[in-house]
């Protein structure tokens, strides 16, 4: 028997729809902590970018979810999330189609924020080590390792697509990449300033 639904029901505002609004409000923390000479845009050169007083562009993704896991906590942020994954291929494809790579990265770095936790994420693992130790080799081949592991033609476009940037290119994209999870809307990320 189907399930039938109030008006009220109906007009409910749904998960989807929480995703829009932890955006909306972290662009309005964001915006509340501006310094001098920065600008800040919503939806149009990524969900939420801060133009620089030096010339630099921050891109941000805010990306939420309302899964829980079986304690009521939000659900993590695995190896093989989509959010991450697309909001990697998005960058990816903004890189790709500069005119000069290396401009395009010297002049931007990208932050994907999000309420998920973060437990064994292997990508984000990986991308700490790279931070330490520099070596772009292991995480590209943990990258590729990634991509034959999944089935899933969406991931395996993403993660090409972000393999296309090329190794040179990727050591200065791994650098001024940022992935913060646990974040709820009202909290402001360190590479901000």
Do not use: C
């Not at 940037?165 to 590479?191: M, W």
């Amino acid at each position: 028997m189907a399930k039938t639904t109030t008006p009220q029901e109906q007009r409910a505002v749904g998960p989807q729809s929480i995703g829009f609004d932890y955006q909306f409000y972290y662009f309005m923390y964001l915006s509340l902590k501006l310094k001098h000479g920065q600008k800040i845009g919503y939806e149009v050169k990524d969900d939420i970018h801060i133009d620089k007083e030096d010339g630099s562009t921050i891109l941000l993704q805010a990306k939420h979810s309302t899964v829980e896991k079986a304690d009521g906590s939000i659900q993590n942020l695995t190896t093989m999330d989509l959010d991450m994954w697309k909001s990697l291929n998005n960058w990816a494809l903004f890189i790709n189609s500069a005119e000069s790579k290396s401009d395009f990265l010297g002049s931007h770095s990208f932050i994907l924020v999000t309420n998920k936790s973060e437990n064994n994420n292997e990508f984000i693992s990986s991308l700490a080590q790279f931070n330490e130790d520099l070596d772009v080799n292991t995480i590209i081949e943990k990258i590729k390792s990634l991509e034959k592991s999944t089935t899933s033609k969406t991931l395996q476009g993403y993660i090409n697509n972000i393999l296309k940037i090329g190794k040179r290119s990727l050591i200065v994209f791994f650098l001024k990449l940022s992935i913060e999870t646990g974040v709820d809307a009202g909290q402001t990320h360190h590479k901000l300033t």
